[in-house]
């Protein structure tokens, strides 16, 4: 787990050209905004007293890791493939600061839930970003933002860094007739991929 599963053979790359294209642009991400529904992930998470927070991160990194695309990193002058993705997020505090997050995924949904919530209360109780033991490459990084039913999204990117690390947010839920319905906004390398491999990662999530 989390280890490289394959380097990119750019010169035969069929995305060789759009690679090189958008890696040149000053900003290469580009985002979407969807609404999807998520009654039966609340009702889950109500059911089984665990946090929403929590089980829609690990159906959206378990989806994010079935997309090969999202599993692709920009490491110098390669791009290479990991065999698995990591869970970073952030935490909220009760003073409205946040942290940032590690969560070690595991493939059992209550086990992973169970040791990230410790994590939360752990983190809850200190001060500052956290930035020690974040940013792996293989990362998601994932936000909450359950005060806002957003239509769009923008994130902060250090472009200097050579940040190739798809972003993905949630907002606030709001009703739709009878069904729960979550803005979820992805935020993606467009050297790396294109809107086809986010709506290949939008069937898989099973909320």
């Not at 958008?22 to 979407?32: I, T």
């Not at 599993?71 to 791009?79: H, L, P």
């Not at 860094?161 to 972003?167: A, L, M, Q, T």
């Not at 007739?177 to 993606?188: A, D, K, N, Q, Y």
Request: charged share 25%; with cysteine.
């Amino acid at each position: 787990m989390n280890q490289i599963e394959k380097i990119i053979d750019l010169p035969n790359w069929n995305r060789r050209e759009h690679f090189e294209h958008f890696s040149a642009f000053d900003d290469p991400f580009f985002g979407v905004t969807v609404n999807v529904e998520c009654t039966r992930s609340y009702q889950e998470a109500k059911s089984k007293d665990v946090s929403f927070f929590l089980l829609v991160l690990h159906r959206i990194i378990t989806a994010a890791a079935e997309v090969e695309e999202f599993r692709y990193r920009i490491e110098g002058d390669q791009v290479v493939c990991y065999d698995s993705l990591f869970p970073e997020a952030t935490v909220a505090r009760p003073d409205h600061t946040f942290s940032f997050a590690s969560f070690d995924y595991d493939p059992d949904e209550m086990g992973f839930i169970r040791k990230a919530k410790a994590e939360m209360e752990r983190l809850q109780q200190t001060t500052g970003l956290n930035k020690e033991g974040t940013f792996h490459p293989n990362a998601i990084h994932y936000s909450a933002v359950p005060w806002l039913t957003f239509t769009d999204m923008k994130h902060p990117t250090n472009m200097r860094s050579g940040d190739s690390v798809p972003k993905i947010s949630t907002g606030k839920f709001f009703k739709d007739g009878e069904r729960l319905m979550l803005p979820i906004s992805v935020t993606c390398h467009h050297g790396l991929m294109d809107g086809y491999h986010v709506s290949k990662f939008i069937e898989k999530l099973k909320l």
